[in-house]
C-alpha cells in the first residue's frame, strides 16, 4: 500500500466472475440518501466508466450524463455501511475491470489529467493508493474520535481497539484517510479488500 501527503500518488451480485479487461478502468461511488451530489469530473477525465450507486431517491435527483446509475446495496440497516460495501469490495461489484478509483460522495476529480495517466503515473510501483490522513496517525486517536461523534456502537468500537492492542498494533503506526482508493486488482488486493471488510 502506497500513501500520500497532499495529492494521491504513485460475489455480491451471484454472478461469476469474468476476466478483466486489461486496461480497463471504473471511477465509482456510493450516495444515499441524498448525502451528497455526484460531481461530474472535468471533460479531459476520460478514459473509464464512471458508475454511482444510488437509491431512489438519489437516482431521482440525478441530472449527470456521465455518471452510470445502479441501485445501491439495501442488505444493511445503516446507509453508511450500504454505501461502504462498494467501497471496500471493489472486486466483487467490477470483476471484469483491471483498475478501480473509489471517490467518496463528497469529492469532486480536479485533475486535467485523464484517468488512464493518474492510473499509470500513480499505480507504476504499487498496487493500491490511498492519502495519508491530515489530522491523524493513529489507529487508536481514529478510535477514540469515531467515540466521540457517536460514529458506531461504542461497544463494537472498544471491542476491535482491545483486539488491536493485544496483536501487539502500535501506537502512531500511520493512518489512512480512504475518501479516495486507487487499486489494481490484483489477488493480493482483493485479498486485502476480503480483509478490510472483515473489520468492517
Known amino acids: 500500500m502506497s500513501t500520500a501527503d497532499d495529492s494521491p500518488r504513485r460475489d455480491l451480485s451471484g454472478s461469476r466472475r469474468a476476466t478483466a479487461r486489461t486496461g480497463s478502468i471504473v471511477v465509482y461511488t456510493a450516495i444515499t ?9 472535468p471533460g479531459t477525465a476520460v478514459g473509464a466508466d464512471f458508475v454511482a450507486f444510488v437509491d431512489e431517491p438519489t437516482r ?11 441501485d445501491v446495496h439495501a442488505g444493511f440497516h445503516e446507509p453508511v455501511r450500504n454505501a ?41 510501483d504499487c498496487d493500491l493508493v490511498v492519502f495519508r490522513h491530515s489530522k491523524r496517525d ?44 486507487l487499486r489494481r486488482h490484483t489477488a493480493a488486493v482483493k485479498a486485502f479488500n476480503e480483509a478490510w471488510w472483515e473489520e468492517i
Open 60 to 70: 431521482s435527483a440525478m441530472t449527470s450524463r456521465v455518471w452510470q446509475p445502479r
Open 138 to 181: 493513529c489507529v487508536y486517536q481514529e478510535a477514540s474520535v469515531c467515540l466521540q461523534r457517536r460514529l458506531d456502537d461504542p461497544t463494537v468500537i472498544w471491542d476491535q481497539v482491545c483486539r488491536y492492542t493485544k496483536q501487539g498494533h502500535p501506537p502512531n503506526a500511520g493512518l489512512a484517510e480512504c475518501t479516495v482508493v
Open 84 to 124: 461502504k460495501i462498494h467501497k471496500i469490495l471493489s472486486h466483487t461489484y467490477f470483476p471484469d475491470v483491471e483498475y478501480s478509483l473509489w471517490l467518496d460522495g463528497s469529492v469532486a476529480i480536479r485533475s486535467a489529467d485523464s484517468i488512464r495517466t493518474l492510473v499509470e503515473s500513480y499505480l507504476a
Open 33 to 41: 440518501g441524498e448525502y451528497d451530489r455526484l460531481k461530474d469530473p
